[in-house]
């Protein structure tokens, strides 16, 4: 399984764009990239997944280089509610199940 | 859609009895769903994968005689922790996914577990 590193924890503002680089230099060809995001005793929420280039959904976008090797998330004009931690996750189906391995997470923390 | 209930969402048992928790897929069928633990401030740890009809794959030093995992129908995962102890306190999280052909999983809203 491949192994992702993030930055333990990020620091932003309400109202500004918050970016979290994701390194996964291991990636298989036929992983996939998932983002899931958690609060404080409750599971994890899945955000936007994808394999190459851009993907756009309603709360965030990830950008994919053509290496794939890395993968960022935007988080545009973030606020109070979206204090949480990140979890990069790359992962490979296996007959029918897609067995996921968290790293440490990113620890996001929005200020007024 | 795609939502992943959890029962109890909190239990606290003395040491020694045994805990079920209940994971349901409400609105689609999983045969796979896995099962985590969280201790505070630390990553999830994925315990065992369970499949429907069969046995489940334990990760390498989760005891499978001691959290036992039945997953008698698509829709239902259960973990029964054995003998608690406490140490055996954490947050416990299940996660399903869809059959549809997508990647993604759901997870559900998590179990605290509280040994005393």
């Known amino acids: 399984l491949a192994k992702t590193t993030q930055p333990i924890s990020m620091d932003s503002y309400e109202g500004q764009e918050v970016n979290i680089t994701c390194s996964h230099n291991?990636?298989?060809?036929?992983?996939?990239i998932t983002w899931y995001q958690q609060f404080p005793s409750q599971g994890p929420r899945f955000i936007i997944q994808?394999?190459?280039t851009k993907v756009t959904n309603e709360v965030a976008s990830l950008f994919i280089p053509a290496d794939r090797k890395s993968s960022t998330l935007s988080l545009p004009r973030v606020s109070l509610s979206d204090t949480a931690v990140y979890y990069c996750?790359?992962?490979?189906?296996?007959?029918?199940?897609?067995?996921?391995?968290f790293g440490t997470g990113t620890q996001l923390k929005v200020e007024l | 859609g795609a939502v992943v209930s959890q029962h109890p969402s909190r239990v606290i048992c003395k040491s020694g009895t045994s805990v079920k928790i209940e994971c349901r897929s409400l609105d689609f069928q999983a045969t796979t769903m896995f099962w985590y633990r969280q201790f505070p401030k630390q990553s999830l740890m994925l315990m065992a994968t369970s499949n429907e009809g069969s046995k489940a794959t334990y990760e390498q030093g989760v005891e499978k005689d001691k959290f036992l995992i039945n997953h008698a129908s698509l829709t239902l995962s259960t973990l029964t922790v054995t003998s608690a102890h406490p140490e055996d306190s954490s947050f416990y999280i299940c996660s399903a996914e869809p059959g549809s052909g997508g990647y993604e999983q759901y997870f559900g809203p998590g179990t605290r577990l509280t040994v005393t």
């Open positions: 996750l790359v992962g490979v189906r296996r007959g029918g199940g897609n067995k996921l391995t």
């Open positions: 291991n990636i298989a060809t036929n992983d996939y």
């Open positions: 994808g394999y190459k």
